[in-house]
């Protein structure tokens, strides 16, 4: 099983960023995907969750707005667009996939800074 993000970055403050977590070694289209973050010095946070078919999302209220997540069951692959990008979005972020079993990536970092 491997969870492999990218996209991560140094962007300054207003910014964009899109994350990517590309899926292997699983069924991925019968897992819940969910993106979390860990705040230096933090714990992890749940920051946008996408059904199995993508058709319901949630997002923390720090991040509505201006975070997008997506899913492309035919690619194995899920996506965080973040827009708007604040330094308080500075953090690294993790790829999970959550139903019987649970799965996480290796963290890509993303910090904005001007």
């Known amino acids: 099983v491997q969870l492999v993000e990218s996209g991560g970055g140094l962007v300054q403050p207003g910014g964009s960023l899109r994350l990517s977590c590309a899926a292997s070694?699983?069924?991925?289209?019968?897992?819940?995907m969910r993106w979390f973050r860990q705040p230096p010095g933090k714990e992890r946070e749940l920051v946008a969750a996408?059904?199995?078919?993508?058709?319901?999302?949630n997002y923390a209220d720090s991040v509505k707005g201006r975070f997008t997540i997506s899913r492309d069951n035919a690619e194995n692959t899920v996506y965080l667009q973040m827009n708007s990008l604040k330094p308080e979005d500075t953090a690294v972020y993790y790829c999970?996939?959550?139903?019987?079993?649970?799965?996480w990536g290796q963290g890509t970092q993303v910090t904005v800074s001007s």
């Open positions: 999970n996939a959550w139903l019987v079993d649970n799965y």
């Open positions: 070694g699983f069924t991925f289209s019968k897992y819940v």
């Open positions: 996408i059904s199995i078919a993508g058709d319901i999302r």
